[in-house]
């Protein structure tokens, strides 16, 4: 089919990659729009204003670790069939996914509501990092379009400049986004040391 074959070779391309209802990067990493990765339709999308003022970081446990486009389309019809299917949700949870060979993978998009961080789906990027980040740190290129992808909201004014980065285990009893990832994000601008931030914002000890 010459239609598989071109969507194949545009999914394999080191350059940037979107469609017609999404965003596109004029640098790599490439990105992946819900079209590329076959997502199913949202039952309902529910938008908010920004700027966007938290940055949530995620992994997802299971399904693992994924290194190749096909690997991470599958891992993304995986969360999308348990967030929908299981869990009854509107959609996959997250924003965005990043798989391990760099790529960011469109889940609900900016300014959507989510479902990854109760009290804070309709304020923040959820962003996943496909995988069991626990013992083990995330390879340089998932890092390094993680940060791409969130520098890339601030840029367009999507995501607040002052916006302030935190993991899911600071707003909800869990471990993610794993020990080793957690870790890595106290190193990166914007994080913040806080727990329960809305609570506090609000004079909620």
């Excluded at 060979?101 to 990027?125: C, L, M, Q, T, W």
């Excluded at 993610?176 to 809305?198: A, Q, V």
Aim: proline share 7%.
């Amino acid at each position: 089919c010459v239609v598989l074959v071109v969507q194949v070779a545009i999914l394999m391309s080191p350059f940037c990659l979107c469609d017609v209802n999404s965003f596109c990067f004029s640098d790599p990493p490439p990105y992946v729009g819900r079209n590329f990765w076959h997502a199913k339709p949202a039952k309902l999308v529910e938008r908010f204003a920004g700027p966007i003022p938290y940055v949530i970081i995620h992994h997802s446990y299971q399904p693992a670790a994924c290194y190749t486009g096909p690997q991470c389309i599958e891992a993304m019809q995986q969360m999308q069939a348990m967030h929908q299917d299981v869990r009854s949700w509107n959609d996959i949870g997250y924003s965005f996914a990043v798989g391990g060979e760099g790529r960011i993978y469109e889940g609900r998009g900016f300014n959507v509501v989510g479902a990854h961080a109760p009290r804070y789906n309709d304020k923040s990027v959820g962003i996943c990092l496909i995988g069991d980040w626990v013992s083990e740190l995330p390879p340089k290129n998932m890092l390094a379009a993680t940060k791409t992808l969130i520098e890339y909201g601030v840029r367009n004014g999507i995501i607040a400049s002052n916006y302030t980065l935190i993991g899911h285990r600071q707003v909800r009893s869990t471990e993610c986004p794993g020990d080793r990832l957690f870790e890595e994000i106290k190193t990166w601008p914007h994080f913040s040391p806080m727990t329960d931030i809305i609570d506090q914002q609000n004079g909620v000890s």
